[in-house]
């Protein structure tokens, strides 16, 4: 998916034989995404996602970790398991939650509210493909897709340190599906296919549009067309053929001369029937999808 895209940004300098205090400092002077779970949840539910803010002696400071379409609830003294990416490298560690809700310094003129993570002393590195995404890229029945912009609302740049991005990450203020749906009227601005996804975010291939055009944090709405094998592995009976999201761009790069990949994170819109069923065919894709991998690398096995 998008949070875990290929590069996060930067140099990617992160390697062996640094201790996990420069590599945290690093990855929080950048303002890298973080995941956490707990360890006995790890792949049976979403992972809660934020920013690392700042490491100080005290701990690791962390922007308040959200997972779209589900409430999020952590305690302080809960065992997390935590990972990020940074260059070509997936980090993981094991770490406690200290306090849950605090005032953070996002940048010199805003404070959010956020959480504190205990130090770990040490770092482990592993395929973050394999425990984030899942391809599809090579599938003939792999989901096309339109995308429409959508303006920032007014205000999501107050006190802003970079103009045109908003204020806080992991927010659209002042978007819903509801307000903006009539979009979908309106011929899209770009077209695409689906590269890889978890049932939280996506990872997209757009055509004619480079990814300068593109601004982290700039809303989105997204709607894929899926096979009809997807709509029948979901069943129970409403069928959606295309799936409409609300989103937000995370992480952007160049592909070819005039192309880019997007990685974005689809926004929470309740627990309305119709936003279930949307998460339900999109998990139950990529379920089928993983399933007949499994097969495929048995039988070649």
Known sequence: MGLFGKKSGGSGRAGKGRSARSVLDEACGRNIPVCVVRPREAGRVPMARGRLLNLSEDGIDIDRVQVPGRDVRFSSGD???????????LYQFRTKLLRVSEPKQLNAKKLIMGMTLSVPGALRTGDRRNVYRVSVSAREDRPSLAVWRLPIPEGDTEDSDLPGMPA????????????????????PDHRGWLVDATDSGLGIRLESVTAGRFSVFEPLLVQLS????????????????????????????????????????????????????????????????????????????
């Open 168 to 187: 806080q990450a992991f927010n659209v203020h002042g978007i819903d599906i509801a307000s903006v749906i009539n979009r979908f009227d309106d011929e």
């Open 226 to 301: 899926m096979p009809k094998s997807a709509v029948e592995e979901a069943g129970d009976g409403i069928a959606l053929s295309t799936l409409d999201f609300l989103a937000e761009v995370r992480t952007k790069r160049a592909v070819g001369e005039d192309g880019c990949r997007l990685g974005i994170v689809l926004m929470d819109e309740g627990t309305g029937a119709i936003a279930r069923r949307k998460r339900t065919v999109l998990r139950k894709y990529l379920a089928m999808v993983q399933r007949e991998h499994l097969r495929n690398h048995t039988r070649a096995a």
């Open 79 to 89: 065992d997390l398991e935590a990972y990020f990416s940074m260059g070509e490298t």
